[in-house]
């Protein structure tokens, strides 16, 4: 496997399962030094025992935080530059979808709390992340939007807001920041077979969610679901010198569904 991340340090959020889960353990695997950040301390130390599986040399620190509160967000980059000194690159991944319904049923304080982490935390992570890069000169972030955040899906006024707005924050900074040597991009997965998706699944049917699935994708042109490691070797990608000049974008990963009549 190609060594694209030796001696460098990348910095995951929402490191404790799905998304982040799958692009740690590749990363991990090209060599980097990560930092890995969750809510959840038993989905991070899962995350570090699959990247042992992998990668028995990586160093790698586990941070327990709420990416919604900028305290913890300050203290998460301060515990990694604390550690290894630098940042290089940052997958601004953690992410929630809450809960299902039309805009008029929709929670006020559901919508508050999808934003609160999906939105607020995405810039909350740029905020203090892209001041250590500006320092160093360089730097590369992945910020993970949604085809919910290019597209309309129905019944998720906070995530497709939210989603819509990690879209605009990540043009906004890779425009801003791009002369400083760093790049700012965003991924819009499709439906990626996660613990998330499937528990969006049993939103609608809990007795049935995987026959649920199948219909979900049938409309796909790829008729199936994504594989978290498809997306996490795009973020491994988008995260390497190899994609250095792509900036202020956005890429969809989805088997061509957001393109679809």
Avoid: C
Wanted: hydrophobic share 45%.
């Amino acid at each position: 496997m190609t060594a694209r991340f030796t001696d460098q340090v990348v910095l995951i959020t929402g490191a404790g399962s799905g998304l982040g889960r799958a692009a740690a353990t590749q990363i991990a695997a090209e060599g980097a030094s990560l930092a890995l950040v969750d809510v959840s301390q038993a989905g991070l130390a899962e995350t570090a025992a699959q990247i042992a599986d992998v990668a028995s040399a990586a160093k790698v620190i586990q941070i327990v935080a709420d990416v919604s509160k900028e305290e913890d967000v300050a203290r998460y980059v301060a515990e990694t530059i604390s550690t290894f000194g630098r940042i290089d690159g940052f997958f601004n991944n953690a992410g929630i979808e809450g809960k299902q319904d039309l805009t008029e049923d929709f929670g006020t304080e559901e919508f508050d709390k999808v934003v609160a982490i999906n939105l607020r935390g995405v810039f909350l992570g740029l905020k203090h992340v892209l001041a250590v890069m500006k320092k160093q000169g360089s730097g590369s972030v992945v910020n993970t939007a949604s085809v919910g955040g290019i597209r309309g899906v129905g019944n998720q006024s906070g995530y497709a807001a939210a989603k819509h707005g990690v879209v605009g924050l990540t043009r906004n900074s890779g425009i801003e920041y791009g002369q400083f040597g760093i790049t700012v991009k965003a991924i819009a997965p499709g439906a990626i077979m996660t613990p998330m998706v499937e528990g969006s699944l049993k939103q609608i049917d809990a007795d049935n969610w995987e026959e649920v699935g199948r219909e979900f994708v049938s409309s796909n042109p790829m008729k199936r679901f994504g594989r978290p490691e498809e997306v996490g070797a795009l973020v491994a990608f988008l995260l390497s010198e190899q994609a250095s000049f792509i900036n202020a974008t956005v890429v969809p990963i989805d088997g061509g569904q957001s393109e679809k009549y």
